[in-house]
């Protein structure tokens, strides 16, 4: 929402009248038949608002939450099914059609009616926008192009259908995937897909093939293009607005797109994410700008509530910028929960020990009542037989709760996550934002319990993650309401101390996402605007991206290269002085008979860490200066 759309509603929201129907309407009182006259005059005004200035993308957005919420509320579908066939929403015409709500009245809705089969895609139906903007990008020319898309808008579907219309062109394609857990999901949907190339999901799987589908995390994408000299033809980077971070991972996938390049100047990129607001912002400096397909109207609009600390609740509505009183008093915190939960529910914490603290107080607070049922019986024996007999998450599956984060092995967390998908006998995940990264769960409420380090643009991708579209439409029941999906902020004792909710909940007015970008790879990255140490930071990244891309002229520069490779930079300072203990290094140990009698743990502590000043090494890599650690670590080895 542009800052002058954000006065006008400030501005229609000082009415009084508008003020207290607005309001009723939000918490669900009864209008009478003028109240109700009003409101959708009101909407319908800022339709025609809408289509004077089509950039006015807000106006249409408010217009469409009056007429949902009032379908909702009030079960008169009539308005919401003359804008959804206006504006193209034929899912929701569909949808109201097939569950009896409305009629077709006239031949002009029959034509309608006709005209809405052009929209039929791979069993769903598209919006006319979705449909438009999926056309535009499998026949765009452009090298470099992105789809931007509210999640569940067929970002994957429209990767599929990319491949199949390239696959004469094209031999090599690779999908870039930002964790494991997405690699399987999206192996699964690139697999049955059945397009007749090869499915690569680790770098080992090569073997000289000539077509191919890479789909790959951009650490594995890099091992396979360093080992085999190889380039992709055509690169989909998915969850593509990780790119402006200024981690690790974020700095591989930069590099993984330059050394493509290096390899092949007519490479084809496709950026795709729900969260970016400008694609030119993901450029590298050698790239043209970015065709970009915007899906900007979503179909879900999010109900926001919070809890506060005194046990009253409150609904926040994002265009009257307004926070209303529900006048519910709750005793505390895990009453609202139990009251406010659902078939599946979704508990936000932030850091892992807290997470896993709320999921045993949960369990404690579910009394004594255990789920007897064949599917918890059979992962609670596949847990006992491949983890461990006494695996701290048994209990707590008996009792339908799963929790995930970062330091839960990749494969129980990916098993947890299939299960909770599949097995409507798990009602609770709790879990931090290793669940973002695109993983399609079925989540019917989202509770937020902790606001630190989470900015709009993770809150609107965890809101995203709510009643995806594919489970509303077609479903037996009528399952509109999904489309207002229930969010709850809850003050608690998992929030930080002084952290405020409410800072957060307003940051969501403007369902714009905001481009932060802080990858000194990047080419709109402004150096000018960092100070002190972080700058010297960046600037080294700076200059070890461009010394990957030449040819080293001495050999610290090609241990350095090796080293940067490797990802070793991340756990160990590559500074001069470091850099020429292993230059010298490397020259004692090819005169050196001794070193053969060393074992891989002690070759990599003499070699990297002996003599290394203590705070240039991080903690997880110093601990094999202890020569337990060392003897541990080989025993696991062999």
């Not at 052009?118 to 020319?141: C, F, G, M, N, P």
């Not at 984060?405 to 990916?414: R, S």
């Not at 200059?543 to 490779?565: F, M, R, T, W, Y």
Request: proline content about 2%.
């Amino acid at each position: 929402m542009r800052t002058k759309e954000k006065r006008q509603f400030t501005s229609i929201s000082k009415i009084p009248f508008f003020s207290n129907v607005y309001r009723k309407m939000i918490v669900g009182e009864t209008l009478n038949i003028n109240e109700k006259t009003y409101m959708l005059s009101i909407a319908l005004e800022f339709c025609r608002q809408y289509e004077k200035d089509k950039r006015r993308t807000s106006y249409v957005e408010f217009a469409y939450f009056v007429f949902l919420k009032y379908a909702l509320t009030y079960k008169d579908y009539a308005p919401l099914y003359d804008f959804a066939l206006n504006f193209g929403f034929y899912p929701i015409v569909k949808e109201l059609q097939d569950k009896g709500e409305v009629e077709i009245l006239n031949i002009q809705e029959f034509i309608n009616q006709v005209n809405i089969n052009e929209y039929v895609y791979d069993s769903y139906i598209e919006t006319a926008d979705q449909k438009e903007k999926r056309d535009l990008l499998l026949s765009t020319e452009s090298n470099y192009s992105s789809f931007i898309a509210p999640t569940s808008f067929g970002k994957s579907s429209a990767i599929i259908d990319h491949i199949k219309g390239k696959s004469d062109d094209y031999s090599r394609f690779s999908i870039i995937v930002p964790t494991k857990s997405l690699l399987v999901q999206t192996y699964r949907n690139v697999r049955n897909a059945n397009l007749g190339f090869k499915i690569l999901t680790h770098d080992e799987m090569y073997t000289e093939d000539e077509r191919f589908i890479a789909v790959m995390t951009q650490e594995r994408a890099l091992r396979l293009l360093d080992k085999h000299e190889l380039y992709f033809d055509v690169m989909y980077i998915d969850e593509a607005h990780n790119l402006f971070e200024k981690n690790s991972r974020s700095i591989l996938l930069a590099r993984l797109i330059r050394l493509n390049n290096r390899r092949n100047r007519s490479q084809k990129i496709i950026y795709l994410s729900p969260l970016i607001n400008d694609s030119n912002n993901l450029k590298l400096d050698f790239q043209d700008d970015i065709a970009e397909q915007r899906i900007s109207i979503n179909m879900k609009e999010a109900e926001i509530y919070e809890f506060l600390k005194d046990g009253n609740e409150e609904i926040y509505n994002r265009f009257s910028n307004q926070f209303y009183s529900l006048n519910n008093k709750y005793t505390d915190f895990w009453e609202y929960i139990f009251q406010k939960k659902s078939a599946k529910n979704f508990v936000y914490i932030k850091r892992p020990k807290e997470i896993e603290r709320f999921a045993k107080e949960l369990y404690n607070r579910l009394g004594d009542d255990e789920i007897v049922s064949p599917r918890i019986e059979a992962i609670v024996a596949e847990l006992k037989d491949y983890v461990h007999e006494d695996f701290y998450m048994i209990d707590l599956i008996k009792k339908g709760i799963v929790y995930l984060h970062g330091k839960i092995p990749d494969l129980i967390k990916e098993y947890m996550e299939f299960q909770f998908k599949n097995n409507d006998d798990l009602f609770y995940i709790v879990s931090n934002m290793v669940i973002l990264e695109g993983i399609n769960l079925p989540i019917d409420r989202l509770f937020i319990l902790n606001a630190h380090s989470l900015s709009s643009n993770m809150a609107i991708n965890l809101i995203g993650r709510i009643n995806r579209l594919n489970d509303i439409f077609g479903s037996k029941e009528m399952s509109l309401y999904k489309l207002l999906p229930q969010v709850y902020f809850i003050n608690s004792e998992y929030n930080a101390k002084n952290m405020s909710m409410r800072s957060l909940i307003t940051q969501l007015r403007s369902n714009i996402n905001k481009d932060k970008v802080e990858n000194p790879t990047l080419e709109n990255f402004s150096i000018e605007r960092v100070k002190g140490e972080q700058r010297g930071k960046m600037l080294q990244i700076i200059a070890n991206e461009k010394l990957l891309s030449e040819e080293p002229l001495k050999v610290g520069d090609n241990i350095k290269q090796v080293l940067l490779k490797c990802g070793i930079e991340e756990y160990i300072k590559l500074n001069d002085i470091y850099l020429e203990k292993l230059e010298y290094r490397c020259n004692l140990i090819m005169n050196s008979v001794r070193w053969t009698d060393y074992n891989i743990i002690e070759k990599i502590y003499y070699f990297y860490l002996w003599d290394i000043v203590e705070e240039d090494v991080k903690f997880e890599i110093r601990r094999l200066e202890n020569d337990l650690a060392r003897k541990y670590y080989m025993f696991f080895f062999e």
